[in-house]
């Protein structure tokens, strides 16, 4: 089947890999190049670095005009597969495959339709997740499923972890539902609106813990934004970034109080949590036990 792959982070990458194992993948789009870092340095998204490693041609549109429409309409693709591109297609881009286009979504659709499913997700204390693949419509996330592969998160799952298990089940999903078609023997699910929730892109006040919650959802915050932007409170006025947790049974206290200073354990509402790496403000990225050997904690000091 003559494919266009969409679509630009890490998490597109695994589909793009296994497409061109059994499928004609005759171009890919992914986002514009963009400066990164403190010192701006131009960046090829990651979808780009593996088309270029595939020889697969790239086009990078800020918004689809009336060129990349006809780029588009020239590869004459069967279908279109997209994975987190970022963009939302405008109608002519969806009437343009035969097959139309093809979505792989993070969560267990309709809930978490949006921008930021993996980490919502985990953050909810959600104990079960998945990827689905929906033919997609003019609308965020709202299209017919296709196909639907769930799996348990784990306890201490962090984004990084659950978004790589996610991708090579997309990947595998993506591989069924185009064989359902080849085949003839597609089936389409609507969606159920009223069971629909969504989620908007994370930004960096969203990691504030919040220390009077149960251990459970203040761990659960850590390992869902573990990449980015990270989990953070203040001690002592500065920033403290908290990247990875454990929930910790053996001790009780205050919502913030520090209750055990040699292994980092912080009470919260119900419950607490131990951290296992940090960041002190102007500080770099250590484990817990290298940090409380070069700040000392006392047992009764409160992070905020």
Known sequence: MKVVFMGTPQFAVKTLDELVKKHEVVGVFTNPDKPFGRKQVVSFSEVKKAAINL???????????????NILKQLSPDVVVVVAYGKILPREVLSIPKHGCINVHGSLLPKYRGASPIQASIINCEKETGVSIIKMTENLDDGDILKIHKTPIGLNETYLELSERLSAMGALAILEVLKDIEEGT?????QKEEEATYVTKIKKEMGKINFNSDALVVHKLICGLSFWPSAYCFLKGKV?????SILNEEHSGKPGEVLDEKKFIVGCGKGAVEFLEVQLQDRKRVSARDF???????????LE
Not at 55 to 69: A, G, R, S, T
Not at 186 to 190: A, E, N, Q, T, Y
Not at 292 to 302: E, F, M
């Open 292 to 302: 409380l050997n070069g700040v000392k904690l006392k047992k009764g000091d409160i």
């Open 55 to 69: 020889n697969i041609p790239v086009f990078q549109p800020v918004k689809f005009q009336d060129e990349d429409i």
């Open 186 to 190: 597609l089936k389409r699910i609507p």
């Open 240 to 244: 403290l970034k908290v990247y990875k």
